[in-house]
């Protein structure tokens, strides 16, 4: 049975930092690729960043790029996210996927359908 298993989602002022984890098991070593989500209320679910598990090719989008960084640690099977200066717009439940199929086009790692399971989310909140 595959699990993520999210941690590290906290209230927050402007500009402070936060640092979200997602521990993966029950996946067998492969070429899987590995993003955050965050979806705020009423609003649909958007990509924040990716990577391939195997290369490190990391891809971050406008929202997230200079402000977090996206690692992950293959002997622990752990996908982070570290956000600095964080913004009341960053206000969100944050959602760490797991894609095991092959991509036909680097750029559908940010499309939702092509993740195959998920965790169940952290909630980021950050005040002005």
């Known amino acids: 049975q595959v699990r993520l298993q999210e941690s590290g989602g906290a209230p927050v002022q402007t500009g402070g930092s936060l640092r979200l984890s997602c521990a993966r098991s029950?996946?067998?070593?492969?070429?899987?690729?590995m993003a955050w989500f965050r979806q705020a209320p009423g609003k649909e679910r958007e990509p924040v960043a990716a990577?391939?598990?195997?290369?490190?090719?990391?891809f971050y989008t406008d929202s997230a790029r200079g402000r977090f960084t996206l690692s992950h640690d293959k002997d622990e099977k752990t996908l982070y996210l570290e956000m600095n200066d964080l913004k009341p717009e960053d206000t969100a439940t944050y959602y760490c996927?797991?894609?095991?199929?092959?991509?036909?086009?680097?750029?559908?790692?940010?499309?939702?359908?092509?993740?195959?399971?998920w965790g169940q989310g952290v909630q980021v909140s950050v005040s002005s």
């Open positions: 996927a797991v894609g095991v199929h092959p991509l036909g086009d680097s750029r559908d790692i940010f499309s939702v359908r092509n993740y195959d399971y």
């Open positions: 029950g996946l067998p070593y492969g070429r899987y690729y």
């Open positions: 990577i391939y598990t195997v290369s490190g090719d990391t």
